[in-house]
């Protein structure tokens, strides 16, 4: 069995960053970062507990230079970095499963935890064949064209009902409740590795009726900005993208990975 796990730090307990700022520019930054590795640890160990013979770990927050490498199980091949041209390099069709550490909500979503969808800054949200999505759902749609689903999710209690909507199947552990964009009420830090290495394990168990999830060929991206000049700018300089109002441009693709 093959699993990939890509790692965020907005949805890790214990973390919500800080005021004015971004997580990485918040003193709240370098203990997400320890625990990224916790929870990462914790559905590795579960992997392979479980018969993985293949673990590759994603550092997906930001420029993806997060995590302290030599603390994470050394069995685990580590993609780091941006710039790969695609949302999961090593994997393809033969690999089993997803697993989302860390994600957060989707833009839009009152009193999540740091939610936004890839840019906190520029999006006020986006919307795939008409339904809002963030990256739960558009990075399970890009595992999905290769026929992967996403087995487990952990995050705010925000981010994990969004999860079980658009992915019934999977298992999930909420790491905090989210009370607004800076606020939770956490669960202690250490308690979320035990829970998330039994929800892991139980993922694996029930490998058989996971799903991959899809959308509709082809499809139409519509992204709302927050800043009229943003949109402006996106349509003037890319062909791909029509000026929908002047807030939101649109886009058609073949498939969402020829977008991101
Ligand atoms: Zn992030």
Redesign the pocket.
Known sequence: MRFFVSV???GLACVVGAPGGTLTDSRNYAFACQQAVRETNAAVRALFDAGAERVIVSDS??GGVNLDYEQLGERVEIALGAGFGRRYPGVDERFDGVLFIGYHAMDNTPDAVLAHSYSSRAYQWIEVNGVQMGEVEIDAAIAGEMGVPVIFVSSDDKCVAEAKRFLPWVETVVTKQGFGWNAALSKHPKRVEGEIYEAVTRAVARLPEMRPFRVDSPVTVRLHYKRMEDAERQARSDTRWRRVDAYTTEAVFERLSDWL
Request: overall charge negative.
């Open positions: 965020d730090c907005e927050h930001g």
